[in-house]
């Protein structure tokens, strides 16, 4: 059975001590003349700078690169709130300058295992171990399409994801489009780890 062409960014499932994944993240700042869409799912870095209240701002991240974190919600106007007020429906942040600043919840544990789609020629279960770079596009209009870089997978610590493993499920085997399981190896509060 072939894999489902699915892409959603990175998904946290999990710690790597096996326990599930808690549902805490960090609320930081999307400066209002950001002019990149960005969605739940996404990777993303740090901005160098803070809102008005001293909450830490954040970019999307690059296709290299440290990574801070990955969205899991995003709001307009109230960071408490992570939704639009004025569109409840609404999962993107709009890739032009906002009227306001915009705030993310971001899990940025270096520990948490995240779920993620492989893009372009399939990895083989000898690639697991190593490390490689992910694609960073656009989302569509309700989640990203972040997804593995498969050309770029190699023992170089300073790659962004390190491969741990195929996910365990009925729908999911080797070959195109399958899903693995991803630690954030080049990320901001903790050093990469070559790949085996």
């Known amino acids: 059975?072939?894999?489902?062409?699915?892409?959603?960014?990175?998904?946290?499932?999990?710690?790597?001590?096996?326990a599930p994944w808690s549902g805490q993240a960090r609320i930081y700042s999307i400066?209002?003349?950001?002019?990149?869409?960005?969605?739940?799912?996404?990777p993303v870095a740090s901005s160098g700078t803070a809102?008005?209240?001293?909450?830490?701002?954040?970019?999307?991240?690059?296709d290299t690169g440290a990574i801070r974190g990955v969205i899991?919600?995003?709001?307009?106007?109230?960071p408490t709130a992570m939704a639009n007020p004025a569109n409840l429906d609404q999962t993107i942040r709009p890739g032009a300058a906002q009227p306001t600043v915009w705030y993310?919840?971001?899990?940025?544990?270096?520990?948490?295992?995240?779920?993620?789609?492989?893009?372009?020629?399939?990895?083989t279960a000898a690639d697991t171990g190593l490390n490689t770079n992910l694609t960073i596009t656009d989302a569509n209009n309700f989640l990203s399409q972040v997804v593995l870089d498969?050309?770029?997978?190699?023992?170089?610590?300073?790659?962004?994801v390190k491969l741990l493993g195929l996910v365990q499920r009925i729908d999911n085997a080797y070959g195109q489009y399958a899903k693995w399981l991803v630690k954030i190896n080049n990320h901001e509060l903790?050093?990469?780890?070559a790949g085996v």
């Open 72 to 78: 899991v919600g995003l709001g307009a106007l109230n």
């Open 104 to 123: 993310a919840m971001v899990v940025d544990d270096p520990n948490v295992v995240f779920e993620v789609q492989e893009g372009g020629t399939p990895l």
């Open 150 to 160: 498969n050309a770029d997978k190699a023992g170089t610590a300073t790659l962004q």
């Open 51 to 62: 809102d008005a209240s001293g909450v830490p701002g954040i970019v999307r991240a690059a």
């Open 31 to 42: 400066a209002a003349a950001y002019a990149t869409k960005l969605a739940i799912g996404d």
């Open 190 to 193: 903790a050093a990469g780890t």
């Open 1 to 18: 059975m072939a894999n489902a062409n699915r892409a959603a960014g990175l998904a946290p499932v999990q710690y790597l001590n096996g």
